[in-house]
Protein backbone atom coordinates (compact mmCIF):
# COMPACT_ATOMS: atom_id res chain seq x y z
CA UNK A 1 0.00 0.00 0.00
CA UNK A 2 1.09 3.31 -0.74
CA UNK A 3 2.60 5.57 1.61
CA UNK A 4 -0.26 8.93 1.32
CA UNK A 5 2.10 11.53 3.09
CA UNK A 6 5.22 10.21 0.56
CA UNK A 7 5.45 13.35 -2.22
CA UNK A 8 4.44 12.25 -5.71
CA UNK A 9 6.58 12.17 -8.06
CA UNK A 10 6.31 14.73 -11.07
CA UNK A 11 6.42 13.99 -14.51
CA UNK A 12 7.71 16.16 -17.50
CA UNK A 13 5.51 16.58 -20.42
CA UNK A 14 7.98 17.26 -23.52
CA UNK A 15 6.25 17.54 -27.06
CA UNK A 16 6.96 14.90 -29.08
CA UNK A 17 6.02 13.44 -32.63
CA UNK A 18 6.92 9.63 -33.08
CA UNK A 19 7.81 8.93 -37.01
CA UNK A 20 8.76 6.16 -39.17
CA UNK A 21 11.64 6.75 -41.70
CA UNK A 22 12.25 4.26 -43.90
CA UNK A 23 13.20 1.17 -42.21
CA UNK A 24 13.11 2.79 -39.08
CA UNK A 25 11.11 4.75 -36.05
CA UNK A 26 12.68 7.60 -33.89
CA UNK A 27 10.78 9.84 -31.47
CA UNK A 28 11.03 13.79 -32.81
CA UNK A 29 11.99 16.68 -30.49
CA UNK A 30 11.67 20.40 -31.17
CA UNK A 31 15.79 21.20 -29.62
CA UNK A 32 13.84 24.06 -28.22
CA UNK A 33 11.71 21.82 -26.27
CA UNK A 34 14.52 19.89 -24.39
CA UNK A 35 17.15 21.20 -22.14
CA UNK A 36 20.06 23.44 -23.09
CA UNK A 37 22.05 21.36 -20.55
CA UNK A 38 23.49 18.40 -23.20
CA UNK A 39 24.09 15.84 -20.08
CA UNK A 40 20.69 16.96 -18.83
CA UNK A 41 19.15 16.64 -22.24
CA UNK A 42 20.44 13.38 -22.96
CA UNK A 43 19.07 12.22 -19.14
CA UNK A 44 15.68 13.08 -20.42
CA UNK A 45 16.03 11.42 -23.80
CA UNK A 46 17.35 8.35 -21.84
CA UNK A 47 14.75 7.84 -19.90
CA UNK A 48 11.94 9.15 -22.15
CA UNK A 49 12.90 5.60 -24.21
CA UNK A 50 13.64 3.85 -21.43
CA UNK A 51 17.30 3.05 -21.36
CA UNK A 52 19.52 1.81 -19.45
CA UNK A 53 17.27 -1.12 -19.54
CA UNK A 54 19.47 -4.09 -18.36
CA UNK A 55 16.34 -6.33 -19.16
CA UNK A 56 16.79 -5.50 -23.04
CA UNK A 57 13.02 -4.51 -23.83
CA UNK A 58 13.45 -0.63 -22.69
CA UNK A 59 10.00 -1.75 -21.42
CA UNK A 60 9.68 1.70 -19.61
CA UNK A 61 9.59 4.15 -22.33
CA UNK A 62 9.10 4.25 -26.24
CA UNK A 63 12.26 2.40 -27.50
CA UNK A 64 11.63 -0.34 -29.43
CA UNK A 65 14.36 -2.26 -28.40
CA UNK A 66 16.09 -2.48 -31.53
CA UNK A 67 18.58 -0.96 -33.13
CA UNK A 68 16.19 0.47 -35.74
CA UNK A 69 13.55 1.70 -32.78
CA UNK A 70 15.98 3.08 -30.27
CA UNK A 71 16.11 6.80 -31.41
CA UNK A 72 15.79 10.30 -31.11
CA UNK A 73 15.60 13.36 -33.69
CA UNK A 74 16.31 16.92 -32.84
CA UNK A 75 15.07 19.40 -35.01
CA UNK A 76 15.75 23.35 -34.86
CA UNK A 77 15.55 26.35 -37.06
CA UNK A 78 18.26 26.19 -39.21
CA UNK A 79 20.89 29.85 -39.15
CA UNK A 80 22.47 28.75 -41.98
CA UNK A 81 21.23 30.40 -45.39
CA UNK A 82 20.92 27.62 -47.31
CA UNK A 83 19.37 25.21 -44.99
CA UNK A 84 15.61 25.51 -43.33
CA UNK A 85 15.91 23.14 -40.74
CA UNK A 86 19.29 21.48 -38.53
CA UNK A 87 19.16 17.89 -37.61
CA UNK A 88 20.71 15.83 -35.15
CA UNK A 89 20.48 12.49 -34.89
CA UNK A 90 20.82 10.19 -31.54
CA UNK A 91 21.17 6.47 -31.79
CA UNK A 92 20.01 5.59 -27.75
CA UNK A 93 21.77 2.58 -26.33
CA UNK A 94 19.30 0.18 -25.16
CA UNK A 95 21.06 -1.46 -21.90
CA UNK A 96 23.80 1.49 -21.66
CA UNK A 97 23.21 5.24 -20.53
CA UNK A 98 24.99 6.50 -24.00
CA UNK A 99 23.35 8.54 -26.98
CA UNK A 100 25.57 8.42 -29.68
CA UNK A 101 25.62 11.59 -32.01
CA UNK A 102 28.78 10.27 -34.06
CA UNK A 103 27.20 9.43 -36.90
CA UNK A 104 23.44 9.94 -39.05
CA UNK A 105 20.55 7.87 -39.70
CA UNK A 106 19.94 7.59 -43.20
CA UNK A 107 16.53 5.94 -42.67
CA UNK A 108 15.36 8.62 -40.21
CA UNK A 109 16.34 11.48 -42.76
CA UNK A 110 13.51 10.35 -44.99
CA UNK A 111 11.01 11.75 -41.71
CA UNK A 112 13.13 15.06 -41.23
CA UNK A 113 11.55 17.04 -44.09
CA UNK A 114 7.74 15.77 -43.70
CA UNK A 115 8.06 16.68 -39.84
CA UNK A 116 9.42 20.25 -41.12
CA UNK A 117 6.56 20.99 -43.11
CA UNK A 118 4.07 19.74 -40.59
CA UNK A 119 5.19 21.46 -38.01
CA UNK A 120 5.30 24.35 -39.84
CA UNK A 121 9.07 25.43 -40.07
CA UNK A 122 9.10 25.09 -43.61
CA UNK A 123 5.94 26.24 -45.99
CA UNK A 124 4.22 23.85 -48.02
CA UNK A 125 4.53 23.67 -51.68
CA UNK A 126 1.90 21.66 -53.43
CA UNK A 127 2.93 18.80 -55.39
CA UNK A 128 6.69 18.84 -54.09
CA UNK A 129 8.23 20.47 -51.50
CA UNK A 130 12.12 20.98 -51.43
CA UNK A 131 13.39 21.06 -47.43
CA UNK A 132 17.36 22.01 -47.23
CA UNK A 133 18.47 19.75 -43.99
CA UNK A 134 21.70 20.68 -42.23
CA UNK A 135 22.88 17.21 -40.40
CA UNK A 136 24.42 18.39 -38.27
CA UNK A 137 26.18 15.14 -36.49
CA UNK A 138 28.39 15.12 -39.98
CA UNK A 139 28.23 18.73 -40.92
CA UNK A 140 26.55 18.07 -44.36
CA UNK A 141 23.64 19.32 -46.36
CA UNK A 142 20.62 16.92 -47.54
CA UNK A 143 17.80 18.14 -49.35
CA UNK A 144 14.64 16.41 -48.89
CA UNK A 145 11.93 16.40 -51.90
CA UNK A 146 8.64 15.84 -50.57
CA UNK A 147 5.41 15.01 -51.96
CA UNK A 148 2.60 17.00 -51.08
CA UNK A 149 -1.07 17.13 -51.55
CA UNK A 150 -3.14 20.04 -50.17
CA UNK A 151 -0.42 21.68 -47.75
CA UNK A 152 0.09 18.29 -46.37
CA UNK A 153 2.83 15.26 -47.03
CA UNK A 154 1.22 12.48 -48.85
CA UNK A 155 1.97 8.98 -46.84
CA UNK A 156 0.13 7.15 -49.34
CA UNK A 157 1.53 5.71 -52.63
CA UNK A 158 2.70 3.04 -54.51
CA UNK A 159 6.04 2.98 -53.92
CA UNK A 160 7.61 -0.04 -52.42
CA UNK A 161 10.42 -0.32 -49.66
CA UNK A 162 11.61 -3.67 -48.61
CA UNK A 163 11.42 -3.98 -45.21
CA UNK A 164 8.10 -2.01 -44.80
CA UNK A 165 5.04 -4.00 -44.92
CA UNK A 166 2.69 -1.26 -46.78
CA UNK A 167 3.45 1.06 -49.73
CA UNK A 168 3.77 4.68 -49.36
CA UNK A 169 4.65 7.91 -51.07
CA UNK A 170 8.78 8.53 -52.03
CA UNK A 171 10.45 10.84 -50.35
CA UNK A 172 13.96 11.86 -52.66
CA UNK A 173 17.04 12.20 -50.32
CA UNK A 174 20.09 13.82 -52.32
CA UNK A 175 22.93 13.27 -49.96
CA UNK A 176 25.21 16.37 -50.85
CA UNK A 177 29.25 15.70 -51.14
CA UNK A 178 28.63 13.24 -48.93
CA UNK A 179 32.26 11.77 -49.14
CA UNK A 180 34.81 12.61 -46.06
CA UNK A 181 33.82 14.79 -42.50
CA UNK A 182 35.80 16.52 -40.15
CA UNK A 183 36.48 13.68 -38.52
CA UNK A 184 37.80 12.12 -41.55
CA UNK A 185 38.14 12.24 -45.40
CA UNK A 186 36.82 9.70 -47.70
CA UNK A 187 39.35 7.14 -48.16
CA UNK A 188 40.35 7.68 -44.48
CA UNK A 189 44.11 5.97 -44.48
CA UNK A 190 44.47 6.69 -48.12
CA UNK A 191 43.53 3.48 -49.68
CA UNK A 192 40.71 1.93 -51.49
CA UNK A 193 41.76 -1.61 -49.81
CA UNK A 194 44.46 -2.30 -47.36
CA UNK A 195 45.41 -5.53 -45.16
CA UNK A 196 44.82 -4.88 -41.36
CA UNK A 197 45.69 -7.68 -38.30
CA UNK A 198 42.91 -7.85 -35.60
CA UNK A 199 44.20 -9.41 -32.52
CA UNK A 200 42.29 -12.41 -32.18
CA UNK A 201 40.68 -12.88 -35.41
CA UNK A 202 44.01 -12.17 -38.24
CA UNK A 203 44.50 -10.27 -40.94
CA UNK A 204 41.56 -9.18 -43.54
CA UNK A 205 41.19 -7.09 -46.25
CA UNK A 206 39.35 -3.91 -45.76
CA UNK A 207 37.93 -1.39 -47.69
CA UNK A 208 37.62 1.88 -44.69
CA UNK A 209 35.02 3.78 -46.54
CA UNK A 210 33.66 7.80 -44.80
CA UNK A 211 30.48 8.58 -46.78
CA UNK A 212 27.17 8.81 -45.39
CA UNK A 213 28.83 7.12 -42.08
CA UNK A 214 31.78 5.43 -41.23
CA UNK A 215 32.06 2.11 -42.76
CA UNK A 216 34.03 -0.67 -42.59
CA UNK A 217 33.81 -3.09 -45.69
CA UNK A 218 35.31 -6.80 -45.47
CA UNK A 219 34.41 -10.00 -47.72
CA UNK A 220 31.60 -11.73 -46.61
CA UNK A 221 33.69 -14.90 -47.65
CA UNK A 222 36.89 -13.87 -45.43
CA UNK A 223 34.18 -14.12 -42.46
CA UNK A 224 33.15 -17.81 -42.95
CA UNK A 225 29.87 -16.47 -44.45
CA UNK A 226 28.13 -16.24 -47.58
CA UNK A 227 25.94 -12.97 -47.28
CA UNK A 228 22.40 -14.54 -46.85
CA UNK A 229 22.43 -14.27 -43.10
CA UNK A 230 19.58 -13.54 -41.27
CA UNK A 231 19.28 -11.67 -38.01
CA UNK A 232 19.08 -15.09 -36.15
CA UNK A 233 22.25 -16.53 -37.39
CA UNK A 234 24.01 -13.42 -36.49
CA UNK A 235 22.37 -12.01 -33.29
CA UNK A 236 22.54 -15.78 -31.80
CA UNK A 237 25.76 -16.71 -32.23
CA UNK A 238 27.88 -14.43 -29.51
CA UNK A 239 31.67 -15.23 -30.42
CA UNK A 240 30.70 -14.50 -34.00
CA UNK A 241 29.52 -10.73 -32.81
CA UNK A 242 32.63 -10.52 -30.34
CA UNK A 243 34.80 -10.87 -33.50
CA UNK A 244 32.93 -8.80 -35.64
CA UNK A 245 32.95 -5.90 -32.67
CA UNK A 246 37.07 -6.59 -32.35
CA UNK A 247 37.13 -5.82 -36.34
CA UNK A 248 35.05 -2.56 -35.87
CA UNK A 249 36.70 -1.68 -33.09
CA UNK A 250 40.41 -1.80 -34.47
CA UNK A 251 39.19 -0.50 -38.03
CA UNK A 252 38.05 2.53 -36.23
CA UNK A 253 41.32 3.11 -34.55
CA UNK A 254 42.75 3.03 -38.19
CA UNK A 255 40.33 5.62 -39.35
CA UNK A 256 41.11 7.66 -36.77
CA UNK A 257 37.99 7.21 -35.13
CA UNK A 258 38.94 6.59 -31.91
CA UNK A 259 42.07 6.32 -29.60
CA UNK A 260 41.28 2.47 -28.43
CA UNK A 261 39.59 -0.68 -29.76
CA UNK A 262 38.03 -0.37 -26.31
CA UNK A 263 37.21 3.18 -25.90
CA UNK A 264 35.45 2.74 -29.58
CA UNK A 265 33.15 0.20 -28.19
CA UNK A 266 32.60 1.71 -24.93
CA UNK A 267 31.64 5.16 -26.43
CA UNK A 268 31.00 4.80 -29.96
CA UNK A 269 28.56 1.63 -30.41
CA UNK A 270 26.78 3.29 -33.58
CA UNK A 271 29.86 4.06 -35.67
CA UNK A 272 31.74 3.16 -38.15
CA UNK A 273 29.34 0.65 -39.41
CA UNK A 274 30.68 -3.08 -40.12
CA UNK A 275 29.02 -4.27 -43.82
CA UNK A 276 30.24 -7.57 -44.71
CA UNK A 277 29.45 -8.10 -48.84
CA UNK A 278 29.41 -10.94 -51.14
CA UNK A 279 28.68 -11.95 -55.10
CA UNK A 280 25.01 -11.54 -56.04
CA UNK A 281 22.92 -15.03 -55.58
CA UNK A 282 20.12 -16.33 -55.01
CA UNK A 283 18.87 -16.35 -51.30
CA UNK A 284 15.21 -15.62 -49.40
CA UNK A 285 14.50 -12.36 -47.26
CA UNK A 286 12.94 -12.56 -43.93
CA UNK A 287 9.70 -12.97 -44.84
CA UNK A 288 10.76 -16.51 -46.34
CA UNK A 289 10.40 -14.82 -50.12
CA UNK A 290 12.74 -15.97 -52.98
CA UNK A 291 14.97 -13.26 -54.26
CA UNK A 292 16.88 -13.77 -57.52
CA UNK A 293 20.49 -13.17 -57.90
CA UNK A 294 19.09 -10.92 -60.80
CA UNK A 295 17.20 -8.25 -58.76
CA UNK A 296 20.60 -7.08 -57.07
CA UNK A 297 24.39 -6.64 -57.75
CA UNK A 298 25.55 -7.90 -54.35
CA UNK A 299 24.51 -9.42 -51.23
CA UNK A 300 25.51 -7.43 -48.05
CA UNK A 301 24.89 -7.34 -44.56
CA UNK A 302 25.24 -4.60 -42.05
CA UNK A 303 25.40 -4.50 -37.85
CA UNK A 304 24.07 -1.78 -36.25
CA UNK A 305 24.28 -0.97 -32.36
CA UNK A 306 26.23 -4.66 -32.30
CA UNK A 307 23.42 -6.57 -33.89
CA UNK A 308 22.14 -7.60 -37.45
CA UNK A 309 20.07 -4.50 -39.26
CA UNK A 310 16.86 -5.97 -40.10
CA UNK A 311 17.21 -4.25 -43.46
CA UNK A 312 20.14 -2.06 -44.38
CA UNK A 313 21.32 0.75 -42.74
CA UNK A 314 20.83 4.00 -44.81
CA UNK A 315 23.86 5.89 -44.34
CA UNK A 316 25.08 2.14 -44.79
CA UNK A 317 23.93 2.21 -48.15
CA UNK A 318 25.62 5.62 -49.32
CA UNK A 319 28.67 3.92 -48.50
CA UNK A 320 28.21 1.52 -50.29
CA UNK A 321 27.04 2.97 -53.19
CA UNK A 322 30.14 5.20 -52.89
CA UNK A 323 32.04 2.23 -51.92
CA UNK A 324 30.52 0.41 -55.52
CA UNK A 325 31.85 3.42 -57.56
CA UNK A 326 35.59 3.78 -56.18
CA UNK A 327 37.75 2.07 -57.94
CA UNK A 328 40.07 -0.54 -55.76
CA UNK A 329 37.58 -1.18 -53.05
CA UNK A 330 36.24 -4.46 -52.41
CA UNK A 331 32.75 -3.34 -53.37
CA UNK A 332 33.44 -2.49 -56.95
CA UNK A 333 35.47 -5.39 -56.67
CA UNK A 334 32.11 -6.94 -57.26
CA UNK A 335 30.50 -4.41 -59.00
CA UNK A 336 32.78 -3.44 -61.40
CA UNK A 337 33.06 0.21 -62.53
CA UNK A 338 35.71 2.39 -64.02
CA UNK A 339 34.92 5.40 -62.14
CA UNK A 340 33.86 8.51 -64.06
CA UNK A 341 31.03 11.62 -64.44
CA UNK A 342 27.89 10.41 -64.23
CA UNK A 343 25.71 8.47 -61.59
CA UNK A 344 26.47 4.94 -60.35
CA UNK A 345 23.39 2.45 -59.18
CA UNK A 346 23.82 -0.09 -57.40
CA UNK A 347 21.25 -2.76 -56.09
CA UNK A 348 21.88 -4.26 -52.53
CA UNK A 349 20.11 -7.73 -51.64
CA UNK A 350 20.00 -7.19 -47.76
CA UNK A 351 17.61 -9.68 -45.33
CA UNK A 352 14.86 -7.64 -45.80
CA UNK A 353 14.65 -7.85 -49.86
CA UNK A 354 16.59 -5.37 -52.35
CA UNK A 355 17.55 -1.66 -51.66
CA UNK A 356 19.04 0.46 -54.44
CA UNK A 357 20.94 3.30 -54.20
CA UNK A 358 23.03 5.69 -56.54
CA UNK A 359 26.31 7.83 -56.28
CA UNK A 360 28.15 10.18 -58.73
CA UNK A 361 32.10 9.29 -57.91
CA UNK A 362 34.27 11.75 -59.78
CA UNK A 363 38.17 12.41 -60.13
CA UNK A 364 39.54 14.83 -58.02
CA UNK A 365 43.53 15.38 -58.91
CA UNK A 366 45.04 11.95 -57.52
CA UNK A 367 42.27 11.62 -55.41
CA UNK A 368 38.24 10.81 -55.65
CA UNK A 369 35.81 13.16 -54.50
CA UNK A 370 31.92 12.37 -53.88
CA UNK A 371 29.67 14.50 -55.50
CA UNK A 372 26.16 13.15 -54.08
CA UNK A 373 24.47 9.98 -53.60
CA UNK A 374 20.66 9.48 -53.99
CA UNK A 375 17.71 7.34 -52.81
CA UNK A 376 14.33 6.78 -52.01
CA UNK A 377 12.46 6.29 -48.81
CA UNK A 378 8.92 6.69 -47.38
CA UNK A 379 8.49 8.06 -44.43
CA UNK A 380 5.00 8.63 -42.04
CA UNK A 381 3.80 10.60 -38.85
CA UNK A 382 2.73 7.95 -36.11
CA UNK A 383 1.84 9.60 -33.33
CA UNK A 384 1.83 13.14 -31.54
CA UNK A 385 1.47 14.71 -28.16
CA UNK A 386 3.84 14.74 -25.32
CA UNK A 387 5.80 12.10 -24.08
CA UNK A 388 5.86 11.87 -19.82
CA UNK A 389 9.32 11.38 -18.39
CA UNK A 390 9.81 11.36 -14.45
CA UNK A 391 11.53 14.12 -13.88
Known amino acids: ?35 ADPAARDALLLRALGSPDPYGQQIDGLGGATSSTSKVVLIAPSERPDCDVDYRFGHVSITDP ?13 AVGPFAIEEGLVRAQEGVTEVRIWQANIGKRIIARVPVRDGEPVVDGDFRLDGVPWPGAAVELSFLDPGGSAEAPLLPTGRACEQIEVPGVGVLAV ?52 ETPEAVSRARPATPKLAWVAPAADYRDSTGASVPATRCDLLA ?29 LVNALTPWPGGHGVRHVRIGHPA ?10 PADADWTARRAIMRRSARRLMEGRVLVPW
Request: aromatic letters at 4%.
Open 207 to 258: SLINAGNPTVFVRAADLGLDGREQRATIDGDPALLDRLERIRAHCAVRMGLG
Open 353 to 362: GVLEVGAEVV
Open 98 to 110: VIDYSGNCGNLTA
Open 1 to 35: MSDPTRPRRAQRRVPAVWMRGGTSKGVFFHAADLP
Open 301 to 329: RILSMGRLHHAFTGTGAVALAVAAALPGT
